[in-house]
């Protein structure tokens, strides 16, 4: 059995240590020795980190995660994990690259005349979904742009991906080239939310300027008009946008993010789909995912274009925002106006799905 306790001298070397020891563990039939070298290996991964910085501390910390998982050693693979889950960050030391562009006032304005001129705020918060669309833009031009790029950029198609999430920790990595195709797609999406977004932010803001902050009873009584909407769940819609109204766009975020899911599984449950799954051994009674659910939706006639909206926001892993998952985790301290603004929209259009409101409410 060979035993290293030599400086690492570059990532040559280290890999040649992790194939020599792969191969040690897989001619060792002693059950103790095996248990042995996989501890020696995912040491060298380890010892690999400590020597290293940034990213490429992470990338080694990862590693040393995933031989200890191949091990099957619970002890071995709680250890791993441990050090990893211990970055931060800034630990990480990535560069943050920042662009930004202009739109004239009487260009802002054009945009949003709209919401001035619906007439009432009943008809102006439909108009956020009816004249804005989704905030990820349209599917088939995002398809479109993708393909383009994976053209035109030949080389950035070449090099590998990882995505991290909030806390920093590694969150995805692609597998396939429809993974990759699947990423790239959720990037365009990405890329059209933050331009977007702004903006909805302010036609939200606008309906309140232009025609004043409903009572949460007023707003109660316009969500109750869809026949899936409880008068608990339309006073819960009411009070996230009276929340964004006040100036509390986190409130407002973090409440409405899971009415989302309400909004999708009263949809699902109303075209008679079992979806429920009943405790098994120690497996709780539960539903099945968001994104799970959004497929069904899907698969009746949900257009596309939305349903990828709902699905990057809110539960994509392959990219996109995947809110739902960061903020329900912790991994998102702060949502400002805009964020707020996305997943308000994305609430009142599966609120409208949910049937159509009644047109006597203009006034």
């Not at 905030?135 to 742009?145: D, V």
């Not at 365009?188 to 331009?195: A, L």
């Not at 979806?275 to 596309?304: C, S």
Request: with cysteine; charged share 20%.
């Amino acid at each position: 059995m060979i035993y290293w306790r030599m400086p690492f001298l570059n990532i040559t070397i280290l890999f040649i240590r992790d194939n020599v020891l792969r191969l040690q563990i897989a001619r060792a039939s002693d059950a103790g020795a095996k248990k042995g070298l996989w501890g020696i290996l995912v040491n060298v991964w380890n010892e690999a980190a400590n020597h290293s910085e940034g990213l490429v501390r992470a990338t080694h910390l990862k590693k040393a995660l995933e031989c200890a998982e191949s091990s099957q050693d619970h002890e071995l693979v709680e250890q791993a994990a441990a050090k990893l889950q211990r970055l931060r960050k800034e630990d990480l030391r990535l560069a943050t690259f920042t662009a930004s562009t202009g739109i004239d006032d009487a260009e802002i304005e054009r945009l949003l005349a709209p919401i001035s001129g619906a007439g009432n705020w009943q008809h102006a918060l439909l108009g956020l979904y009816q004249i804005y669309g989704p905030a990820t833009g349209n599917l088939t031009q995002n398809q479109a742009r993708v393909e383009r790029h994976a053209r035109e950029f030949v080389l950035s198609g070449l090099l590998s991906k990882e995505l991290v999430g909030g806390d920093g920790l590694p969150r995805y990595r692609p597998q396939s080239d429809g993974d990759r195709d699947a990423m790239a797609l959720a990037e365009q999406e990405s890329y059209n939310i933050q331009m977007m977004a702004p903006m909805l932010a302010m036609a939200l803001s606008r309906v309140a300027d232009a025609y004043g902050i409903p009572s949460e009873s007023e707003l109660a009584e316009f969500f109750s008009q869809t026949p899936l909407t409880d008068e608990d769940l339309a006073h819960a819609l009411a009070r996230a946008f009276i929340r964004y109204w006040a100036g509390d766009a986190e409130g407002a975020a973090f409440t409405i993010i899971p009415r989302i899911e309400t909004l999708v599984r009263n949809l699902v449950i109303a075209m008679d789909r079992g979806v429920y799954r009943l405790q098994r051994d120690q497996k709780p009674g539960q539903y099945p995912g968001l994104g799970y659910l959004l497929d069904i939706l899907k698969a009746h006639g949900m257009d596309e274009s939305w349903h990828r909206c709902v699905l990057t926001v809110c539960a994509n892993p392959a990219g996109g925002w995947n809110i739902r998952n960061e903020v329900a985790h912790g991994f998102i301290v702060n949502m400002g106006m805009p964020v707020a603004a996305v997943v308000l929209q994305i609430a009142i259009y599966l609120w409208s799905l949910n049937g159509s409101p009644d047109d006597a409410n203009d006034g």
